[in-house]
Each structure stands twice: as C-alpha cells, then as structure tokens.
C-alpha cells in the first residue's frame, strides 16, 4: 500500500467550531493540526492557539518540546529561529545555539494548559487565540470527572462570546467509551462513520439568540483514512497497523449460541451503550453471552443501568437489586467473570469499559 498523509484541509473546509479527528496512529493528524492551525497560521496572520494537556503532570519542558520537534521552524521562519520552546507554560519560536548550548527566545506563539486545572485559567484574557488543540481526547487509561464540561468551561473562557475560537481534538482509537461521544450524543456517528468520511452535526447549546433562533455549535467530525502499512506487533496491532478501534482479547463461546439453551436474558445501558446478556446452558453449565442492542430494550426486561428512573425494571448493580424476588438474584449471581462470553474482543472491551460496577471471579 502506497503510503499517505493525513491533510487537514477536508474538515477546515467545514468551518466548525469543534472539530474532532481520530484514526490510527501516526498517520500524521497530530502533525497536521500543530504544523497548519498552530506554527502555520501564527506566521501568517500572528494569531496564537493553546495546546492542551488532560493532565499537568503531561506539561513538561521535555515532552511539549518534543512534540514540536517535527516542525521544521527553521525552514518556515526563513532561518530567523529553529525551534520551539515552552517557558512558564508560553510557547515561543526560539533560536538554539548548538555551540554554547544556549536558547533565545523569540515571539510567543501560544500558550499550554492543563484540563484537569481548567478553574485555574477563569479569569484570564485569551484574546489572542483562535483556535484550541487537544491531543489525546481519548485517553488510554482514565478521565477527569465531568471532562467534556471542564472542555466547554475552557472553551468559553478563552471564546468569551465571540463564537470564533476553534476547538481541534485529536485522537488515537483508543475507546469507543469516551465521554465526549457519550456527552454530545455522538457515540452513533462515531461507530458508524467509515474511514475518510467527514459528519458535520449541529449541536445545541440550549439558548437562542434575539431573533429566538437556536443557538448551535457546528460539530464536523473525522474518521481518518488509513496512511499506509505500519508494522506493530501484540495484542493492539489492528489499531496501529490497520486503524482498527483498540480491543482487549475476550473470552468467546467454543460453539455457536444456537447451541446452548436460552434461560433468561437482562439488558446493560451504560454510557449510551447498550447491550444484553443472554442466560446459556449446557448439560449443567451455565454461560452468560454479551452482545450489543441498538433497538428500544422491551419493558418487561430487567435492565443494569446507569440511568435513574422510577421504574423497577431499572436497577444499578446487578449483583445488588432491589427486587424482592430471591430466585431471581440467585441466577444473576451466576454473572461471574468465568462464565461471560462476548460476541467480539470490541465489544467485551466496551462493556467492561462502559459499566461501573466491578465483575465478581
């Protein structure tokens, strides 16, 4: 396959204000956005962006510097500086003396922050920035509790009604669990946008203007293309190599479901996912199956949910329901690590994911 790289210019066209890119890595989408919407366009018409970190611990002189590493400053200065270094948290093109291990600073370009101390940032004046890149959206490991309105919090700081600063979120597929889809209702298009195509949604930000029009967000989300062979190795090469959403083996029935005799079956809706487990059983044993539902679950089942509703079919912990009905939480019981089966590695993964509750061995 010949390789490619990833171009911005598709979901700039859009002329959204939140603008979400994910894909494989290293297809070149981080480069993009910090190359044209940072570096790029600061040198053409001196406005300045804001790169942002999840946590502070991430916002190191080493690791900010890095990132930068691959933009060829020297080249687009017209050798006025070579490279760009961050003091007090403020990006600056600056000028190494590779003799006297010095550093220059020039002009600043924009500015580092860290979500998880968004408070922090309130009253500050960020008038100078247009646009704000967020790598790493989607984490590998956890979030902060209530992100994706830290985000907006941030976001409305730094726009202070101008309704211009463009948000540039950037991510690995690493989860389908990811609060921004679950938040901004966009969990759908994401599990069905196919690689190389471009959704632009309008979302609501619940007030209307003086005409009493609706007030919206343009939201242009990106699957991006894959670029090319990679060569990773384990577990997560289908995400590396072939841009596939990151999965953890799950253990899968030895014969087909249309084996097993159906007992029971209850529903799971977490996060926006939805899925049922169907009760199996062979000779003597007994096998819990995991699938994902997209349909309206039917009234009468019991549902594990993460949703309040004054509606006795909805409980929060299968281990734990309220219902008076002892046979009934002697079977889910059974709902132990050892005897749930999934349909794909996906789905198991975006299950355990997605629930709170932990799964009894």
Known sequence: MKEIHYNIDSI?????????????????????????????????????FILMRRWLEEITSEKIEQYFNDVDVYKHTKGKYNCITMYRKRLFLSNYNIETGKITRGELIGYVV?????????????????????????????????????????WSTVDRRRKKVKMWLIG????????????????????????????????????????????????????????????????????????????????????????????YMIGFDFKGFKFIGELLKEDKNLFWFIYPYQKDFDKNLLIISDKIKNDRHYQRNIYDITIKNDKLKRVLQTFRESQIFYCTDLVGTNFKQAIDFEIRR
């Open 172 to 263: 690995n597929k690493i989860s389908q669990v990811c609060p921004y889809l679950y938040d901004w209702d966009l969990q759908n298009i994401v599990l069905n946008l196919k690689e190389g195509n471009i959704k632009v949604v309008e979302l609501s930000t619940g007030s209307v203007d003086d005409t009493g029009k609706e007030i919206t967000l343009r939201c242009a989300i990106e699957n991006c293309i894959d670029t090319g062979t990679s060569f990773a190795i384990g577990r997560h090469k289908d995400m590396i190599n072939k841009g596939m959403w990151q999965s953890d083996p799950q253990p899968h029935l030895p014969k087909s479901v249309k084996e097993y005799k159906k007992l």
């Open 114 to 154: 860290a979500l998880s101390t968004e408070q922090n940032y309130a009253g500050g004046s960020y008038l100078d920035v247009d646009d704000i890149i967020f790598e790493e959206f989607m984490s590998r490991s956890s979030y902060i509790r209530g992100e994706s309105d830290k985000l907006m919090n941030f």
């Open 12 to 48: 700039r066209s859009k002329d959204a204000i939140i603008n979400i890119i994910y894909g494989e890595r290293s297809n070149g989408k981080s480069y993009a956005v910090k190359h044209e919407i940072g570096v790029l366009k600061f040198l053409k018409t001196g406005r300045r």
